[in-house]
């Protein structure tokens, strides 16, 4: 292993059915039924945009988490921790599918391959979530479409690249089976979210309680309304270096939505 890495193994896989006896509900212990939860992954993911949820989601009665990205194998995060992962293709279906951000999202939003299997996951599952701006890779897919969806507040305004896509600037959005959470921790209180509705207010609360979910940090500033202006300056600074990508790969992907949508019509 190089210096500074570290390798984590994902846990369960819809290719062994068994796998939830290695994440046994803390409340419902002899719950088997399997509930396949598959997280999307791809080089320069925010790992806390799916472990976050992955923490919460795992806890879900059945739940059989699932870490898949285009070809399988490690996929590094932008932190330097890399994760073992199946390929999508291999992937048969899901309950629920939450698919994260990061640095990464950029070049993924021109990933046809990467789309095609957001795509097709996305019709066999119940539940089509996204974490910070995971939310524009179900844009680019095609999947927001109708819809409200959040994003990190840096990225939000992308979502209005995307025709009928309406940005959200609240820190959880549902709109029909679609959970949308903002920046990286909101992915958490998505998850708490979804859970609520899968398994009930009880259940969630007892995982919100189990975790000591119980946020306090040492600043008010987690949102640009509430940091000082300096702070609010000298990070969209560092997100101004990325931005004109993003921005281009974004309008890329909502030209060649419309493309596929006029030759289908």
């Not at 990190?152 to 959970?179: K, Q, Y």
Request: glycine letters at 10%; charged letters at 15%; hydrophobic letters at 45%.
């Amino acid at each position: 292993m190089k210096s500074g890495i570290c390798v984590i193994a994902a846990i369960g896989g819809l290719a062994h059915p068994d796998a939830t006896a290695n994440v046994l509900h803390p409340l419902e212990p002899h719950m088997t039924t399997p509930f396949p939860i598959v997280f999307p992954i791809f080089p320069d993911v925010t790992q806390l945009d799916f472990t976050g949820p992955h923490e919460v989601l795992s806890k879900l009665p059945g739940a059989q988490c699932v870490l898949g990205s285009p070809e399988g194998g490690p996929v590094q995060a932008d932190g330097g921790l890399r994760f073992d992962t199946q390929r999508l293709a291999d992937i048969e279906r899901c309950a629920v599918l939450c698919v994260p951000g990061g640095y990464g999202v950029t070049p993924m939003m021109q990933h046809t391959g990467f789309l095609a299997e957001l795509r097709r996951l996305a019709a066999t599952a119940q539940f089509v979530t996204s974490v910070c701006s995971g939310s524009l890779l179900l844009a680019a897919a095609g999947l927001l479409h109708g819809k409200r969806a959040a994003c990190h507040w840096a990225w939000r305004d992308l979502l209005g690249e995307f025709d009928n896509v309406t940005p959200d600037p609240a820190r959880v959005v549902r709109d029909g089976n679609i959970f949308t959470g903002g920046g990286v921790t909101a992915g958490i209180d998505m998850a708490l979210t979804l859970m609520a509705e899968i398994a009930g207010d009880n259940h969630a609360q007892a995982v919100l309680l189990g975790m000591e979910y119980a946020a306090a940090p040492p600043f008010a500033g987690g949102r640009p309304e509430l940091a000082p202006p300096a702070i609010v300056a000298m990070v969209q600074k560092r997100f101004d270096s990325i931005s004109g990508d993003r921005q281009h790969a974004a309008r890329c992907a909502a030209q060649a939505l419309r493309a596929s949508s006029s030759s289908s019509a």
